[in-house]
């Protein structure tokens, strides 16, 4: 996998950052994970100080200074007796000459990688307000020949694991709220069968496997039900299932059209549907206490594909514009849109838990990839890959 970004944001934030004090070599090397976060978010201008920085005393706040850096970073990784390691790192105010936070992680050696995207949340936090989102996972699905795999990764796209490999396709993968299950649709039975994933134990339970289409299903907030696209009434309608697998599939709505692709609200009062009743495919919004259906796009001919930001203000979805496939934002408060993407061939928008970030697919050089993209369009991450294609991604929730 290669992770590329273009962009920065409106604004950009100085920041120091220094080599940690370590009792011997390491095995993965921590400042270099926590320097690539922070400059991939595009919220900071990362300065090498050139120098180790053990803790706040050994701060030299003028030499940093002179830098252009107002704030600067500094810690230590020692190797403990059961094999642990100890990390150790302080957040200061080059100005001011004060501590703005810091913590003290304890980690084996597999988790490093983890304690160092979890060191660049903390600091990006306390300097801008925002939570990070450098230690999610995202899910993903590659093709390579005639082999597809459903992985999961780090934010960056490394470390990757593979949770599921066939040589039947894999689509439309969607995090619990709790981050420790995947639902997706696979065709290994030779059709659409609904799969719940517990990602601990490598469980797999068959939830939706009706007579005809089962697709496209999304989590309601509480993880206790799953909104799905059935085909065994007919045409594909939404319903609401168990996401454990027990108990029958209750229909939310009905309709003459095609009604696909749920996506619930944050508040789980709403539910965002893709159907083509009104003669076009369009998105339409469900409340789920009264079953009252509103139509929410007007522009265009061809909106499909809703998801919901964390803070249900925000839309992403895919829009069609003189033959090509576009993701789009839509302002649910005021009603404004926007294009994020340029290729012309994205599809499965997906949001960071944060809101700030959309990631889809798309096509270039020959290759599906990924893109994520700040939510104001200014700052990209391509990724890519030179072997395999990447397709159907979704970004998972905040870790517990």
Request: proline share 6%; no cysteine; charged share 25%.
């Amino acid at each position: 996998m290669r992770l590329d970004v273009s962009g920065v944001g409106a604004s950009q934030y100085p920041i120091a950052l220094g080599a940690f004090q370590v009792s011997g070599p390491l095995p993965q090397d921590i400042v270099a994970v926590i320097r690539s976060d922070l400059t991939r978010s595009g919220a900071f201008r990362v300065i090498d100080p050139r120098m180790t920085i053990a803790d706040s005393a050994s701060i030299d706040y003028a030499a940093i200074r002179s830098l252009g850096a107002d704030a600067v970073v500094g810690g230590s990784v020692v190797k403990l007796a059961d094999g642990r390691y100890d990390i150790r790192y302080r957040v200061n105010d080059v100005v001011r000459q004060t501590m703005l936070g810091g913590e003290a992680i304890t980690a084996p050696e597999a988790d490093l990688r983890y304690a160092a995207h979890r060191a660049a949340d903390n600091i990006l936090e306390k300097l801008t307000g925002e939570r990070g989102v450098f230690s999610t996972r995202i899910a993903f699905v590659t093709k390579q020949g005639a082999r597809y795999r459903l992985n999961i990764a780090d934010w960056d796209g490394e470390n990757v694991q593979t949770s599921l490999s066939s040589p039947e396709p894999i689509i439309s993968p969607s995090w619990s709220p709790t981050g420790d299950r995947l639902a997706y649709v696979s065709f290994e039975s030779r059709k659409p069968v609904v799969y719940v994933h517990a990602l601990a134990t490598g469980k797999r339970t068959a939830v939706a496997n009706f007579k005809g289409s089962n697709s496209a299903p999304a989590w309601s907030p509480d993880g206790k039900f799953l909104a799905v696209a059935l085909t065994r009434d007919g045409l594909s309608q939404i319903y609401l299932i168990p996401s454990d697998g027990s108990g029958a599939p209750r229909r939310l709505i009905s309709s003459s059209g095609i009604d696909t692709e749920p996506n619930f609200a944050p508040d789980g009062k709403h539910l965002y549907f893709s159907s083509d009743r009104g003669g076009t495919p369009q998105i339409y919004r469900l409340a789920t206490d009264n079953g009252e259906v509103a139509r929410v796009t007007f522009s265009g001919s061809y909106n499909v594909s809703p998801r919901v930001s964390p803070d249900g203000k925000r839309l992403a979805f895919l829009k069609r514009r003189d033959g090509r496939f576009f993701i789009a934002l839509k302002n649910l408060e005021d009603g404004a849109e926007t294009v994020l993407s340029e290729g012309g061939e994205e599809e499965s928008p997906s949001f960071a838990p944060s809101g700030r970030w959309v990631m889809y697919a798309t096509r270039s050089g020959g290759r599906d990839i990924l893109v994520a993209s700040s939510i104001d369009g200014r700052v990209k991450q391509r990724l890519t890959s030179s072997s395999v294609d990447i397709r159907e991604p979704t970004w998972g929730p905040f870790p517990k």
